[in-house]
């Protein structure tokens, strides 16, 4: 029997810039934080960076090919600020062709553009990284610059990928780059992060009525281990800052009052200015989803067990794991969690806001064993996504407005501090970079073309 996504639906696959460009140094390119912070020692699984990556930067032509042969009518990948911006501000034309030529090859191959200004590569040179408030309008600077050479074929934009990575993680926990482990900077970088977010939507749709424009936000919903006011309290404390930290700003135009008073002792002074909230609460048009798991916590000890948390306002949370299965990244595989999360979205903010749903980002890191001829029957995968296809198509017959699903990723990748050991992708990258499908590729991509899940 199956299920059938209605005819106009999405479907596609998502990239980032630094996890599969490589050619870190080439035609310009200077360097991101994500470059500094690979020559940290210790920081990345291996001693691995991005410098080659998939290579993409040589091959998209091929790789516009493949998504094409795979039957996706959407692309999400991100620009590199570095590689398109130099340091004094002047656009780097080398670093704005690339992009140019990418999405014209897309366009000629039948797949839609979708583009995410922000994922992570923030150029080093920025004094302070995002706790610096002059970064959110220098951020308007480089959108505009690739809204003026790319808007007159992109007709969708992502502000940010995920902000709760590139500040909680990246400024309180040090996972991320920068490898702050500074609670206030951390607070202080979503800040700055959403009121970049706020005025580059209001800057791009100023220059584009037409643009379909939207933020992604990364969520994992938390659930307390028991009724018990402790554990209940700690789950409330992980999803504040986890995701209505996030949510409330850009929907309601305030930070929630809990998250504000669980977070009074850090909350860095003078930090929210006037007409801040206003700009970070201007209409969007879709909220990108990116839905991987759903953690239980119980309250534990009062500070973190091991060191910096990106829980801020909750050091004792202390996750408890349930009977379920558990991807290549320790994630477990909970696929009514998205169900639940897009009917609690679409019900709080995206349906009152008339704002679409688009899952951004799903899927799984598996232990992919390839076969002689780097074959990957990959079944896992295939039933991980099926399991989630289902879980979007029940939302919807819930009333969540859901418009697309875009699988993460496209092709195995460098997976930030874990290194290339982590595999999401579809498209297997061997150690010679050569491109391989794996049979959840082949199963993707029937459901590309019919919209139907068995
Ligand atoms: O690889 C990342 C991606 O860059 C952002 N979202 C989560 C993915 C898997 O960890």
């Known amino acids: 029997m199956g299920i059938d996504f209605p005819r106009g639906f999405g479907f596609g696959s998502a990239t980032s810039a630094y996890q599969i460009e490589g050619a870190a140094a080439e035609d310009g390119k200077e360097d991101s934080i994500w470059d500094v912070f690979c020559r940290v020692p210790g920081a990345i699984v291996n001693g691995e960076d991005g410098t080659l990556a998939c290579d993409h930067y040589h091959r998209h032509a091929a790789d516009v090919r493949l998504l094409a042969d795979l039957g996706m009518n959407t692309y999400r990948f991100s620009v590199s600020w570095p590689r398109v911006l130099r340091g004094d501000g002047s656009v780097n034309p080398a670093g704005m062709d690339f992009y140019s030529r990418l999405v014209d090859e897309l366009l000629t191959a039948g797949v839609t553009p979708w583009l995410t200004l922000y994922h992570w590569d923030l150029p080093a040179s920025l004094p302070g990284g995002w706790t610096n408030r002059d970064t959110a309008a220098r951020f308007v600077d480089y959108a505009t610059a690739v809204h003026d050479r790319l808007g007159d074929r992109v007709d969708t934009w992502t ?4 902000p709760w990575c590139s500040s909680f993680l990246s400024y309180a926990a040090g996972v991320h780059a920068p490898g702050w482990t500074d609670p206030a900077a951390s607070i202080a970088a979503a800040h700055h992060l959403l009121l970049a977010h706020g005025w580059t939507v209001q800057a791009l749709r100023a220059a584009q009525r037409s643009a379909s424009l939207g933020i992604t936000l990364n969520f994992t919903p938390a659930l307390p281990a028991s009724d018990s006011p402790a554990d209940v309290d700690v789950a409330r404390r992980v999803d504040g800052t986890a995701n209505r930290f996030f949510t409330d700003p850009i929907f309601t135009g305030a930070y929630p009052a809990d998250v504000r008073e669980d ?22 048009d879709v909220l990108g989803v990116n839905y991987y798991t759903t953690n239980v916590f119980t309250a534990g000890p009062d500070a973190a067990p091991s060191g910096p948390t990106p829980h801020i306002a909750a050091p004792d949370a202390v996750q408890v794991l349930r009977d379920l299965p558990l991807t290549d990244m320790g994630w477990e595989v909970e696929p009514d969690g998205l169900r639940r999360l897009l009917g609690w979205l679409h019900t709080t903010y995206t349906g009152p806001a008339g704002t679409a749903l688009v899952i951004t980002e799903n899927g799984a890191a598996m232990p992919d064993e390839a076969d002689a001829d780097g074959h990957v029957d990959d079944a896992d995968r295939i039933d991980y996504l099926r399991r989630h296809l289902h879980a979007v198509h029940a939302a919807m017959a819930e009333g969540a407005d859901v418009r697309g699903y875009l699988a993460w990723s496209l092709m195995d990748n460098f997976e930030w501090s874990f290194g290339y050991g982590k595999r999401f992708g579809l498209v297997r990258v061997d150690s010679s970079l050569q491109r391989i499908p794996k049979a959840s590729a082949r199963w993707f991509a029937h459901v590309a073309r019919t919209g139907h899940v068995d």
């Open 159 to 162: 502000t940010l990928n995920e």
């Open 263 to 284: 977070l009074a002792a850090v909350w860095p002074e003078d930090l929210v200015h006037d007409g801040d909230l206003a700009a970070i609460s201007t209409p969007i």
